[in-house]
């Protein structure tokens, strides 16, 4: 069962192409189905589109804007919609919403990384509905067609989720386009993505308010499952879609190989150019081997030069290493921090920190 599930929004099934405004039943019918969903105690991150629509209706334009100036204005004038349109729906049962813009950039620096994962986590934990969007008006060659769907892919890695649902304007992937062929069928469950099914996809969408289509969303899929995410395709259309995917399940599943926190340990296990050391008190290594966190107050030595978000090797008074991951401080940080508790760090350093020093699952043993 999952119960970290990124839900994807597209432009088409958000925005009224006559109006260019936000469809507020469905979206109110949406809401109403990821409540239901937050109550049996899943978290729920969404990613939406269609910032870019509703600006283009606001501004006047009869078409999303072909010169980026414009569809960066569009974004701007849009996005304000676009949160004020989830507000709204969310409000009526209490619930409090976020708003995270990203680029491709947020998501390569390591660095930028930790910082959209650490808030998306503080925001969860605080029972609030992280609601994350292209940043459109600073991006340049990340604004083309299909980038939402890829954005909750990779928001599902960022997120360590169970379950990417990319909402779409067809039930699921089909043996042929069934818009055009009687004979085509629908393909429930993809155990993996190769030529013949990537074959299947069809061109990428290029009109109307939403882009990409179901080939940027089998590409969607194909990184999610890599990186531990399954993946459902299925119809956005109508009121509670959601609501119906839990009861009839139709669409098309895309299991993942394993879990994401699984590919996240082999992908630190294999790490090979640690930018340090700390060596750590007998209490602190077997805290860490039972499965806990490392905390400051169990380093005892600091070595070598690093940054947050830098591999670093553990190792015991022996001088063996049994250990390693990513780090939440700098070396200056860890060496001024080290053998204290957590809750003394914003007095020490000046400015409030994280928690730990090197969280549970951003470590392996050795």
């Not at 069928?185 to 882009?211: F, H, Q, R, W």
């Not at 296990?269 to 081997?289: F, N, T, V, W």
């Not at 700098?330 to 809750?343: A, P, V």
Request: hydrophobic share 45%; with cysteine.
């Amino acid at each position: 069962m999952a119960n970290r599930i990124v839900v994807k929004i597209g432009s088409s099934l958000l925005v009224d192409a006559a109006s260019a405004t936000a469809k507020k039943a469905w979206l109110a019918a949406l809401a109403e189905d990821i409540t239901s969903l937050r109550s049996t105690g899943k978290e729920i991150i969404i990613v939406s589109s269609g910032a870019i629509a509703l600006g283009s209706g606001a501004m006047g334009l009869q078409s999303r804007p072909d010169k980026l100036e414009e569809a960066q204005a569009a974004a701007a004038v849009g996005q304000f919609r676009l949160a004020g349109a989830y507000e709204t729906v969310f409000s009526l049962y209490d619930t409090i919403v976020a708003q995270l813009l990203l680029t491709l950039g947020d998501l390569e620096s390591r660095a930028r990384y930790l910082n959209a994962r650490n808030t998306v986590e503080t925001l969860l934990a605080r029972n609030i509905i992280p609601i994350i969007n292209e940043n459109d008006t600073v991006a340049t060659g990340e604004i083309r067609f299909g980038d939402n769907d890829r954005l909750a892919a990779r928001v599902g890695h960022l997120c360590g989720a169970d379950l990417v649902i990319l909402l779409s304007d067809i039930d699921g992937l089909y043996t042929r386009d069934p818009r055009t062929t009687e004979e085509a069928e629908l393909i429930p469950v993809v155990p993996e993505l190769n030529a013949d099914i990537m074959a299947m996809a069809g061109p990428a969408a290029t009109k109307g308010t939403g882009t990409g289509g179901m080939v940027t969303k089998l590409m969607a899929a194909s990184m999610a499952t890599d990186g531990g995410c399954s993946v459902i395709i299925c119809s956005g259309t109508g009121a509670h879609p959601l609501a119906k995917l839990s009861l009839k399940g139709v669409g098309t599943y895309f299991p993942a190989k394993s879990s994401p926190l699984a590919v996240r340990k082999r992908w630190i296990r294999g790490l090979m150019a640690p930018s340090g050391l700390l060596q750590l008190d007998s209490g602190a290594i077997e805290a860490i081997k039972k499965g806990a966190s490392l905390l400051a107050a169990g380093v005892s030595v600091v070595e070598g030069k690093f940054d947050r978000g830098d591999l670093v090797t553990l190792m015991g008074a022996d001088k063996q290493p049994f250990a390693q991951g990513i780090v939440s401080y700098n070396s200056q940080e860890t060496d001024k921090i080290c053998g204290r508790k957590m809750q003394e760090v914003a007095e020490i350093l000046g400015y409030s920190g994280r928690s730990v020093l090197m969280h549970r699952d951003d470590l392996v043993l050795l």
